[in-house]
């Protein structure tokens, strides 16, 4: 398994161009499932998740050409609507298939996606929701199988409530809602830029999406092989974006370029970056960060967006580590999305975690260690922890960065990091 070996305690400067957005690439392939015709997708990141939803809809049978920063998927209407535990095991965003399999040929078999490291991680509302569309929904040996009314019909419009907004349930139902008869209503529904996005392919594919972005959102569904396919270039990912400017106001003398970046979808970050002492500018199409004075401590509750992202949390948190006093941040949406606390601890940082709440002492410097990553935004935390750091800091399991960083230590060294990849190291 590779490694990731740093050796930072000094200022990022330089320019990071920004690429697409995972989060929005994942709905967006899974949806070209609603029309035989070919797609295209531009601006889409060259990561591992891209690569199993690729294979995914291979196996469904669509051919897929996957040329980084081009994917596309070409005209098919024989598709097999099973998603095999193999695949979704790997990506849990593979959950996606389900609402578009089972709108467009009336069924869908799809394993169960299972508990990961930060969470439970359930679907009760995207099955919910799909029976309020009159699906028959049954769990058979670790797979959902979902029908269309009276043995595999259309599926038809309805009124659904989140208990919670969540982001892949949201784009699930959508997608379903976009073959429906009739106009579906999501209520409480996730308001994130990626939901957005796809709200922009459904309608640029003949579906009618209004209120994406706000809580309620309304679909008016065509009928089945009446949506067309598309060819969009996705939006910058603002995770990406949010990992690379933490990463650049680490040390005072620190600015950062990010080229291509969405001020506007960074809202919630860049508000708590302005109030640590971070500078943050608008720049045309792209976004200056630059830390000139010591960080001020931060209170940080993450929530569904416009609230502060989850994603990042982990790499806010390794922010604070070197603020000067006390931060207190609280996680409320996984309920075990503080695996990067030890490791931190590890390098020397001053964290006590009670219950979903991390109270963090800024401390004079970190120091380098051998660290293990656990998930994909607590592996980037290690790194910004390791360029923090001015000794060696070995990140290991980095198999989860690929899953969402693009070219991670050449984008790093660009802005003058001295870090590489070790092939092979021990886990
Ligand atoms: C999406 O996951 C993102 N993944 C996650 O990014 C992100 O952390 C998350 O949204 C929150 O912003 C993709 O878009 C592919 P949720 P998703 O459903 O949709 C609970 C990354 O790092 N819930 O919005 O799976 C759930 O357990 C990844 O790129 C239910 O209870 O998240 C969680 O506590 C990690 N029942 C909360 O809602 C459901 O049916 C929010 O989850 C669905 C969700």
Redesign the pocket.
Known sequence: MDAIRVRGGKPLKGTVRISGA??AA??ILCATLLSDGASRLRNVPDLRDITTTAALLRFLGRQVDVAAPIVTVAEGSDVRPEAPYELVKQM??SV?VLGPLVARFGRAKVSLPGGCA???????????GLEAMGCKITLEQGYVVAEGPNGGGRLKAAEVYF???????T?NLMMAASLAKGRTTLINC?R?P?VEELARILNKMGAEVDGAGTDVMHVTGVDRGKLSPFDHAIIPDR?EAGTYMVAGAMHEGGEVLLQGAELGDMEPLVAKLRAAGVDVESEGQNVRVARRKPLRPLQITTA??PGF???MQAQILVLMCCAKGESVITET???NRFMHVPELQRMGAKIALRGNTAVVEGVDRLYGASVMAT???ASASLVIAGLASSDETEVRRVYHIDR?YEHIEEKFRGLGADIERVKGAES
């Open positions: 995972k989060n994942l709905p849990r965003a996606l930060i969470g439970a991680r359930p679907i009760d509302q995207h099955l919910k208990d919670i907004p969540t982001v892949t349930g784009e996730a994130e990626e995770i569904p967006h992202p989850t994603d949406i996984f309920e998930d994909l935004r969402g």
